[in-house]
DNA sequence: ACAACTTTTGCAACAAAGTTGCATTCTTGA
DNA sequence: TCAAGAATGCAACTTTGTTGCAAAAGTTGT
């Protein structure tokens, strides 16, 4: 395996394209979660819009990124770690971080979402949590 | 005052219109989160597109109701209950909660956001969760 | 209750975001 | 290498959100 995009994509039984390999090396390069837009104008080559919503819908269905809510109805993609590796849905148990000043989205996988106690006959399935502020660059 | 929107505007120093007593009408009649979809299509009287969204914002804007971020890139909005009387951003503690099976999202006002400690660098401003899962009335 | 003033609304015209069907091109496995 | 299946690009379209401006409200003081 040449490198860690083709390896992801073997891993999840995905066929190789260029188009791909792209996006998910974007993904590995920038530290942050990205919106469509993001990829759009960031990928070395250009992509078709319609190719980048498929391959996004495809990454997640395979549980190759997570979608990130927000405030701003722009949702962010983020890679999931190796530890999360089921496909389709699954659970990120780590809290998502929004910095109002330079507006880029981590995912802080060092902490983890505290256990919310549902009142009686709520059952949960998922949970998500973002917290907005100035990030540690930024101050 | 005749009856409870009509209190909302004036309190909140808003020009009462057949627009927005209308819309507030809706979010008091409905007990969950609308997008802007369902008050489109909910209101007694059609109201333009444009008179929807602005609308939207001004309560935005004066805290009368807040945001609420999903994973299917609609945002929804929700009254805010009446101890959170402060015009402009403002925090809201509740988690939300949205059904898988009959769509609905609902503001649990009776379970606050546990607190969770940022890694150092990292200032805390907002702080947003949401559940999904099954709710009480589809179970 | 009315006139003057300020806000809000609706319309038109855009811009951006997302979806679908289909023909062409690329990947993969034998 | 080649056939079968999958992914891509294109066109056309729907939905969502924005802006400027004129007309129609609402508000305030008298």
Redesign the interface.
Known sequence: MINKSTEILKNSGLSVTAGRKSILDLFIASGNALAHQDIESGCSEQFDRVTIYRTLQTFLDKGIIH?????D???RYALCNETCTTTGHHHDNH?H?RC?QCSKTLC?D??S????????????????????????SC?
């Open positions: 979608s990130i809510p927000a405030t109805s722009i949702i809290i971080f109002e802080l060092e902490v979402i505290p256990i919310v106690k549902l009142p009686d006959g709520y059952m949960m399935h998922e949970i998500n949590m973002v917290v907005t502020g100035i990030c540690k101050r």
